[in-house]
């Protein structure tokens, strides 16, 4: 049965629209994990829009689970992962004027610089895990990059309006997680996954985790977060079920 992290940078986003100290993501990691989740990601950006540092430092100190933190391969990234040891880094790709992480990270055209971060990471103990679209030249590169893991973004798939074209990106969902797994890589997937359209992700064969944010967060504001994650929780149980 795949698993539920949550990602909580729209938290943050809250407290960021006042620059003040509430809500605090610290809180909302711990209601999270009361939900039933199993993990909590974050994002720490470039230009620190919702995550902050101070954040990261708490949450590596106080969340029970594990900490999946997504962040760009820089240099400057790289060396705060290196001292804040969660369990996992996520690379993804980062664009400054973009409102959420728009594509997949592209491994096969910066095999070097995404290689080296990853591997500086391993030495270090990280779980390396990349961002990737469900493709299977990405897949490859994911693996000649050292990573353990990739996640498929499922950003085509959430937005596909019609069932048809739902169906055909579910489809390269599908086909990737196996490609990927066929190359012993851990196979995780998430962006715009909500309420209706989880369900059938979380029946694909093979996926351990998946990263949900915003849908989350948004029903949270509605129901209260302990409740909105654990209604997710059970959603991705049912659609496991044979
Ligand atoms: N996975 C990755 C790599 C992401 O960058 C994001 C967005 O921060 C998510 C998952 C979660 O996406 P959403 O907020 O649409 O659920």
Known sequence: MARLQVNIDHVATVRQARGGVEPDPVHAAVLAELGGASGI?????????????????????????????????????????????????????????????????????????????????????????LFIDPDARQVTAACAAGATAVELHTGRYAQARQAELAARELEDLRRAAEAARAAALVVHAGHGLNYQ?????????????????????????????????????????????P
């Open 41 to 129: 990601t974050i994002h720490l950006r470039e230009d620190r829009r919702h995550i902050q540092d101070r954040d990261l430092e708490l949450l590596r100190r106080t969340v029970a689970t594990r900490l999946n933190l997504e962040m760009a391969a820089t240099d400057e990234m790289v060396a705060i992962a290196c001292r804040v040891r969660p369990e996992q880094v996520t690379l993804v790709p980062e664009k400054r004027q973009e409102l959420t992480t728009e594509g997949g990270l592209d491994v096969a055209g910066n095999l070097e610089q995404v290689r080296r971060a990853a591997r500086r990471l391993r030495e270090d103990g990280r779980i390396v895990s």
């Open 197 to 241: 359209n989880t369900a059938a992700v979380a029946a694909l064969p093979g996926l351990e985790d998946l990263n949900i944010g915003h849908s989350v967060v948004a029903r949270a504001v509605l129901v209260g977060l302990e409740r909105a994650v654990r209604e997710m929780v059970e959603i991705i149980a049912a659609a496991s079920r």
